[in-house]
């Protein structure tokens, strides 16, 4: 049976352990190297672990990224292709080297303050359902913890609890045709979804396809304009950065956009873009 793998360094084998407990209660197959793991060769076992894994998590820490292991363990799954969640574990921790270069681009769902741990795991598992569709849940999940009835990431900002959506209104634009204006709804729906593309040649960037209109996210500089389109060019390509201030669990983001070099914010009520990062352009994943 595919399974989700918990890669960890020893030191924060206790962390990793409820992490287990918590996910196998909700339904989720997990495996990690004391649970049910298989004995023996070490090789063997990190092997058989990343070898039946649709996903695997890596409990980042600095031992972790001094560890030979678990550089070998992750590595491997890496080179099999695997879909990696990266776990932050440790405070003021960045990943650089290998870690670094193979988690590049990857969200990182924040485990660092102990006292928010359950909503940790509650941002963890959206996370994995976001990540492999192909999960088998082994019982249902509660409804708090369930996938969005709608594919695609919501995005709702820190300050105002609104959520990002196309507005249904279409405009003429004389360079690239028409483009669909962006507002912000109390409560997300269909057009508040936002298909995550990977660049492919660079996986930092990526393109944000509206679920329920297939128009791209985009950002005009000059005009100060956050819009929707059909195709996606230089000024649809944006970076998703983890906001490491946040320490309540949630999965608290930046919204780069990498032609416009700004961020995307809400500022006296309105998107808008902006050169530095501020408390008002945090959003949250939901």
Known sequence: MSHIMLSYQWDIQEVAKKV????????????????????????????????NALVVCPFMTQKYADSKNCKKELNYADAQDKEIVPVMAQNAFKASGWLGLITAGLLWVDFRNPSTFDQSVVSL??????????????????????????????????QTGKYLAESGEVKYHQASGSRSSLVLREKPEATSYWVEERSKENKEVVF???FSTNMYLGYDPNGDYIYTKEQHYGAEEWSLVCDESNLNGERAVVIFACFGKRFLAVRNGKLTGVDRKSDDCIWILD
């Open 20 to 51: 287990f407990d918590k996910l196998t209660s909700d339904g989720f197959p997990v495996w990690m190297d004391v649970q049910g793991g298989v004995a023996g060769n070490i090789n063997d076992s990190m092997a058989f672990g990343v070898d």
């Open 125 to 158: 598992e959206k996370e994995l359902q976001h990540t492999c569709s192909e999960l088998d849940l082994s019982k249902p999940i509660s409804s708090k913890k369930s996938p969005a009835p709608f594919k695609g990431r919501a995005f709702r900002n820190l």
């Open 208 to 210: 944000y396809k509206n």
